[in-house]
Structures are given as structure tokens and as C-alpha cells.
Nanobody
Framework: QVQLVESGGGLVQAGGSLRLSCAAS????????MGWFRQAPGKEREFVAA????????NVADSVKGRFTISRDNAKNTVYLQLNSLKPEDTAVYYC????????????????WGQGTQVTVSS
């Protein structure tokens, strides 16, 4: 059973930084794609970034490109999302997700989800 556990969210002032972590367990993830999505109140869940566990190729949403970075630590089975230059509009619950196969930005393609971690950016 795949388990994804996010951590690292919190309250930060605009311009600040956070690093989110997603600890993955239950499988060998070499064939997996790991994604980060976010959902703000009253809005649909949106793609933020994704990374292929093998090879490390990434895709980052235009809305956060240059501010957010996705990376992984194979030894720790952990995926990170570094959030820099945060803006109030980045406030959302951030979710980690996993799927096998092709990297995609489509949330419905992901099979496994974490419980989410709240990021709140004050102005």
C-alpha cells in the first residue's frame, strides 16, 4: 500500500520561503512520477510541479516557475517542494501525489494522494 505523508507547511509572510516534504513508502518508486498539487478555498485543485523518480526530469507550472523547485532524495524516498518568494495567492493546501508511468499535470491521472499540508502566506 502506497503511503504519502506531507509535512513542512505553515504560516509565512509574503516573500518568505518554505520547504515541503513528501515521504513515500510502500513501494519501490523508481517507475513512479511524483506530483505536487494545491487547492485554495473555493478553487479547483491545480498542478504545481512533478518529477520522475528515475532520471529526475521535472515539470513546473508557469505560475510558480522561477519561485518553486521540485527535487527528490532517492535514499530517503522523499520528494521536496521548495517554495521561495511566496505570495498571498500561494495560500492553499498542498498535496503530494504519485502515479506510475508518464509524467503528467493532470490530477486525475494520479493514483495515490497524501493528506495535504496547509501553506498560508500573509501580506
Amino acid at each position: 500500500q502506497v503511503q504519502l505523508v506531507e509535512s513542512g507547511g505553515g504560516l509565512v509572510q509574503a516573500g518568505g520561503s518554505l520547504r515541503l516534504s513528501c515521504a513515500a513508502s510502500g513501494r519501490t518508486f523508481s517507475s513512479y512520477v511524483m506530483g505536487w498539487f494545491r487547492q485554495a478555498p473555493g478553487k479547483e485543485r491545480e498542478f504545481v510541479a512533478a518529477i520522475r523518480w528515475s532520471g529526475g526530469s521535472t515539470n513546473v507550472a508557469d505560475s510558480v516557475k522561477g519561485r518553486f523547485t521540485i527535487s527528490r532524495d532517492n535514499a530517503k524516498n522523499t520528494v521536496y517542494l521548495q517554495l521561495n518568494s511566496l505570495k498571498p495567492e500561494d495560500t492553499a493546501v498542498y498535496y503530494c501525489a504519485a502515479k506510475m508511468g508518464v509524467l503528467t499535470i493532470l490530477s486525475y491521472r494520479y493514483d495515490y494522494w497524501g493528506q495535504g499540508t496547509q501553506v498560508t502566506v500573509s501580506s
